[in-house]
């Protein structure tokens, strides 16, 4: 069953505007992991977030992660036309990193 | 990292016929995954092949309709079998490697008629 739920779905908003994602799980989890999709290809890692980090950045991208509620965000900085795209989040139980278990996702549009 | 290469990459297909799926990888990993994304959805597991050992598969997953080969630790084959026009999805291979994050082939998109 889907563990990640995000919202929003979808996002618009201006070039250089922030975008904010959020994604809630379920259970248990060993790490979090965001993953980009462009145009249904395949996915491209973005970042991971370990079950005991709180916040991680990454350039332009800023995770967080709350175990207590069981849920993360994403921040993307300064946003680009060539942002647009939809962004997962993904988990994974104890003990490893697999396999991972996928959120709804969010569809980004930048528009420039 | 590793870098996949996954055949092929789009094909249309009737219904009632079978595709296989390929995934190669430019390096050894224990583990592989397969993934189905229905139109608009996101991923979900199909099934986790170990060389050697049958596939292990998901809930709503069958081998008769998926079956899944993994004859050495750089390839695997994912058969859409018997296909309904339900059956069209972008398939993906998985690997994971260095207890990090996981890498994705560029998905297979297929449309049955």
């Known amino acids: 069953s889907q563990q990640g739920e995000e919202d929003p779905q979808a996002l618009s908003i201006q070039e250089g505007e922030n975008a904010t994602m959020n994604c809630s799980y379920k259970t248990s989890i060993n790490n979090l992991q965001w993953y980009r999709q462009n145009s249904g290809r395949g996915l491209v890692h973005l970042i991971l977030i370990r079950s005991n980090e709180r916040e991680k950045h990454s350039g332009r991208l800023r995770v967080t992660l709350d175990t207590s509620k069981k849920s993360s965000s994403l921040l993307i900085t300064a946003s680009r036309a060539a942002d647009t795209a939809s962004y997962f989040c993904?988990?994974?139980?104890?003990?490893?990193?697999?396999?991972?278990?996928f959120g709804k996702g969010t569809r980004l549009s930048v528009i420039a | 990292s590793a870098v996949i290469s996954q055949k092929p990459s789009r094909d249309i297909c009737q219904r009632g016929t079978s595709l296989t799926i390929q995934c190669q990888v430019d390096s050894q990993v224990t583990m592989m995954f397969w993934y189905r994304q229905q139109p608009g959805q996101s991923l979900t597991l199909i099934a986790t092949a170990n060389q050697g050992s049958e596939a292990t598969y998901e809930s709503g997953f069958v081998i008769d309709k998926f079956p899944i080969s993994r004859p050495n630790l750089t390839f695997s084959t994912l058969t859409v079998s018997n296909m309904s026009p339900e059956d069209s999805s972008i398939y993906l291979c998985?690997?994971?490697?260095?207890?990090?994050?996981?890498?994705f082939g560029q998905g297979t998109r297929l449309t049955v008629v």
């Open positions: 998985s690997v994971e490697q260095g207890n990090t994050e996981a890498f």
């Open positions: 993904a988990t994974a139980a104890p003990p490893g990193n697999t396999p991972l278990v």
